[in-house]
C-alpha cells in the first residue's frame, strides 16, 4: 500500500504497549473496585480507542475506584509537549469504566495516547499511565486503509485457554497491522457459562480460566458486566486494544442465543419462567455501552448501535444492529413484512447514508449473513434466524428487506458496497448475481465470512437461492463445535489501496495464514 510509514509505531509496541498489557490486574473479578487496592487508582484492563475518524476518537479505560479519568495525547511516543483532555469522573454507576472524546487530531497521523488516573480528592495522586496508540484516517486516498474483522468471542464454553496462548488470534491480526478492528457481534456469550475444564475428542482436556459471573447465564446488570471483563482478562487482547482502535457491533449472544424484541422464555432452569428478553437486553446494553468506546451510545444505555464510521475518501463503514429492531423468528415465509431484520427505521437510514456517501469504498457491516440458512428450530417448528429460510424462490419475509435495499442501490448507482459478517463459526466468500437468482433486480456483490475469534467451529450452512449466491470459498469442519485448541477459527482482511483504488480481501486462520484472497475493482454498481 501506499504512504503507510509511522516511524515510532513498532518500536513503541515493543516497549510501553508490553508494559501496559504486563499491569496487574485487579484482585477477584467480582469484588467492588473501590476496596481491590489501596493507594493510587490503576488501570489494570487496559485502554481501548473506538470510532476513529479523520480528526477524532473515544479512548476507554477502567479504574479499580474512583477516579478522574485524563488522556494526554502526542504526535511522538515520548510523549513532548503533550496536549491533556480531562475525561469524566469514574464510579460505581458506569462500573468504575469511562470514555473521553478526542477531537481536532491530525488526520493521517499516528497519536499516541496515555491514560491516566487521579484520585478525585486529590489530583495530584495519580496512577501508572496506561499508553495506547492509533491512526487517524486519512484525508487523502493515497495513504489507503488496511482492516481487520471477524466475530464471536468465548463461545459455546471455549474460554481463555492459557495453554494454547489465550486468545492468540489477536496477536495475528495485529501482525497486520490495522487500522482499526471491526467486530462483527457476539462479544461476549451470556448464555453460555465457562466451566473450567472440558474434555476434547482426543481425551486432553481444554482448561479455561474461570470467573464467578462466567459460571452461569447472566441475567443481572452485574453479571453482563462480568462477562465484558471476563475478556479483558486476556493479555493477546490487551495488547490488541491498546494498538488497534475498534468498531464494535453487537448480536444475539450479548443477550441469549437467537433472541429477538418481545420473546420471552424461561422454565425455571436457567433462566426464571417468563424472564422477559427486553429486560436482559436493557441489562446487557448498558454493560456493553460501559465497556466499548461507541460514538452514537456516549454512555447511554438507550443509546443506538447503528452507525456509519467515516474512514477517509476510501472508506465507510455502515454498521447495521441486525438484532434490536427485527421481527420475531418464525417459518420466515410472509409475503409482507414491513418490520424484517433491520426495522424501517434503520433501513431508512441505511438508504439515506448509502445514497449520501462518496467513499469509494461502502462496506456494510451485517452482524448475520444474508444468503446463509441459519435456522432457530423451536419445539419442532421451522423457525428461522437470519434472513435467508431456504426457500430459493422469490423473496419472503425478511428477504423482502434485503430485496428492497439491493433495489435501491441498483436503481441509485451506488458503487462499491461489500457485504462483511461473521455468526456462523466458519469462514466463506460468497458472490451473489442475479443470473443465477430468483429475484433478479439488482448487481452483483460479494459477502465475506468470517470467526470464529475463540468458540466453537461449526460446519457450513447451506445456501439460499433467492439473491444467487454461489459460495466461492469455504472452510469449516465436518464436526460441530470443535474447540480453539483444533483450530478452525478465523479472521477476515481488507486492504484498500490508495493509488489504484483496489480492495483485496484476505481469509486468514488464526495463525495469520491467509486461505483465500479475493481483489475488487472499485468503481462498479453494487460490486
Known amino acids: 500500500m501506499s504512504d503507510r510509514s509511522f516511524p515510532g509505531r513498532r518500536s513503541m509496541l515493543r516497549g510501553s504497549l508490553a508494559a501496559s498489557a504486563a499491569l496487574a490486574l485487579p484482585v477477584g473479578l467480582g469484588a467492588a473496585p473501590a476496596f481491590a487496592r489501596s493507594g493510587r487508582p490503576q488501570a489494570g484492563w487496559g485502554?481501548?480507542?473506538?470510532?476513529?475518524?479523520?480528526?477524532?476518537?473515544?479512548?476507554?479505560?477502567?479504574?479499580?475506584?474512583?477516579?478522574?479519568?485524563?488522556?494526554?495525547t502526542s504526535a511522538t511516543e515520548s510523549?513532548?509537549?503533550?496536549?491533556?483532555?480531562?475525561?469524566?469522573?469514574?464510579?460505581?454507576?458506569?462500573?468504575?469504566?469511562?470514555?473521553?472524546?478526542?477531537?481536532?487530531?491530525?488526520?493521517?497521523?499516528?497519536?499516541?495516547?496515555?491514560?491516566?488516573?487521579?484520585?478525585?480528592?486529590?489530583?495530584?495522586?495519580?496512577?501508572?499511565?496506561?499508553?495506547?496508540?492509533?491512526?487517524?484516517?486519512?484525508?487523502?486516498?493515497?495513504?489507503?486503509?488496511?482492516?481487520?474483522?471477524?466475530?464471536?468471542?468465548?463461545?459455546?464454553?471455549w474460554g481463555i485457554n492459557e495453554s494454547i496462548g489465550g486468545y492468540r488470534i489477536f496477536d495475528a491480526m495485529a501482525k497486520t497491522d490495522p487500522d482499526f478492528f471491526l467486530c462483527s457481534g457476539d462479544n461476549i456469550y451470556a448464555d453460555g457459562p465457562i466451566a473450567a475444564t472440558a474434555t476434547l475428542p482426543d481425551g486432553s482436556v481444554y482448561r479455561n480460566v474461570t470467573t464467578e459471573e462466567k459460571s452461569h447465564v447472566?441475567?443481572?446488570?452485574?453479571?453482563?458486566?462480568?462477562?465484558?471483563?471476563?475478556?479483558?482478562?486476556?493479555?493477546?487482547?490487551?495488547?490488541?486494544?491498546?494498538?488497534?482502535?475498534?468498531?464494535?457491533?453487537?448480536?444475539?449472544?450479548?443477550?441469549?442465543?437467537?433472541?429477538?424484541?418481545?420473546?420471552v422464555i424461561g422454565t425455571g432452569t436457567p433462566y426464571p419462567a417468563g424472564t422477559r428478553l427486553d429486560d436482559l437486553a436493557l441489562r446487557s446494553r448498558q454493560a456493553f455501552s460501559e465497556y466499548f468506546p461507541i460514538s452514537t451510545i456516549s454512555g447511554r444505555p438507550d443509546g443506538r448501535i447503528?452507525?456509519?464510521?467515516?474512514?477517509?475518501?476510501?472508506?465507510?463503514?455502515?454498521?447495521?444492529?441486525?438484532?434490536?429492531?427485527?421481527?420475531?423468528?418464525?417459518?420466515?415465509?410472509?409475503?409482507?413484512?414491513?418490520?424484517?431484520?433491520?426495522?424501517?427505521?434503520?433501513?431508512?437510514?441505511?438508504?439515506?447514508?448509502?445514497?449520501?456517501?462518496?467513499?469509494?469504498?461502502?462496506?456494510?457491516?451485517?452482524?448475520?449473513?444474508?444468503?446463509?440458512?441459519?435456522?432457530?428450530?423451536?419445539?419442532?417448528?421451522?423457525?428461522?434466524?437470519?434472513?435467508?429460510?431456504?426457500?430459493?424462490?422469490?423473496?419472503?419475509?425478511?428477504?423482502?428487506?434485503?430485496?428492497?435495499?439491493?433495489?435501491?442501490?441498483?436503481h441509485r448507482r451506488i458503487t462499491g458496497t461489500v457485504w462483511l459478517t461473521a455468526d456462523v463459526h466458519h469462514t466463506s466468500a460468497q458472490h451473489y448475481d442475479p443470473s443465477r437468482a430468483a429475484f433478479k433486480d439488482f448487481e452483483p456483490f460479494w459477502e465475506f465470512v468470517s470467526?470464529?475469534?475463540?468458540a466453537?467451529?461449526?460446519?457450513?450452512?447451506?445456501?439460499?437461492?433467492?439473491?444467487?449466491p454461489d459460495r466461492v470459498f469455504v472452510k469449516a469442519p465436518t464436526a460441530a463445535n470443535v474447540s480453539p485448541a483444533e483450530g478452525y477459527q478465523f479472521f477476515g482482511e481488507v486492504d484498500i489501496d490508495g493509488d489504484s483504488g483496489e480492495l483485496t480481501v484476505r481469509l486468514h486462520e488464526y495463525d495469520g495464514t491467509v486461505l483465500f484472497t479475493q481483489t475488487l475493482r472499485p468503481g462498479r454498481v453494487g460490486q
Open 47 to 72: 485502554v481501548q480507542a473506538g470510532d476513529v475518524t479523520t480528526d477524532s476518537g473515544l479512548v476507554w479505560v477502567r479504574s479499580d475506584r474512583p477516579a478522574r479519568m485524563i488522556v494526554e
Open 79 to 157: 510523549f513532548r509537549n503533550p496536549r491533556r483532555w480531562h475525561g469524566p469522573l469514574l464510579g460505581a454507576g458506569t462500573d468504575f469504566t469511562g470514555t473521553t472524546r478526542l477531537h481536532g487530531l491530525p488526520s493521517g497521523a499516528q497519536i499516541h495516547y496515555r491514560v491516566l488516573l487521579a484520585d478525585p480528592d486529590d489530583p495530584r495522586r495519580t496512577g501508572e499511565p496506561v499508553t495506547g496508540t492509533f491512526r487517524t484516517a486519512p484525508v487523502k486516498r493515497r495513504q489507503g486503509v488496511r482492516f481487520v474483522w471477524s466475530g464471536d468471542l468465548a463461545g459455546q464454553g
Open 218 to 263: 447472566a441475567t443481572t446488570l452485574d453479571d453482563y458486566r462480568g462477562n465484558f471483563r471476563y475478556n479483558l482478562l486476556d493479555p493477546a487482547l490487551r495488547r490488541f486494544n491498546a494498538q488497534v482502535p475498534n468498531i464494535i457491533q453487537w448480536d444475539d449472544h450479548e443477550v441469549r442465543n437467537n433472541w429477538y424484541p418481545g420473546e
Open 306 to 410: 447503528y452507525r456509519v464510521v467515516h474512514h477517509g475518501p476510501l472508506l465507510d463503514v455502515f454498521v447495521l444492529d441486525m438484532r434490536t429492531y427485527r421481527n420475531a423468528n418464525s417459518p420466515d415465509n410472509q409475503t409482507t413484512d414491513p418490520v424484517g431484520i433491520l426495522g424501517r427505521e434503520q433501513l431508512e437510514w441505511l438508504k439515506r447514508e448509502l445514497a449520501k456517501s462518496r467513499a469509494v469504498w461502502k462496506v456494510i457491516a451485517n452482524d448475520m449473513p444474508l444468503g446463509l440458512v441459519v435456522p432457530d428450530p423451536v419445539e419442532g417448528k421451522p423457525d428461522f434466524e437470519a434472513v435467508a429460510q431456504g426457500d430459493p424462490g422469490a423473496p419472503l419475509g425478511r428477504e423482502l428487506q434485503i430485496a428492497e435495499l439491493l433495489r435501491f442501490i441498483k
Open 451 to 454: 470467526g470464529p475469534l475463540n
Open 456 to 468: 466453537g467451529a461449526f460446519p457450513a450452512n447451506a445456501l439460499d437461492g433467492t439473491f444467487g
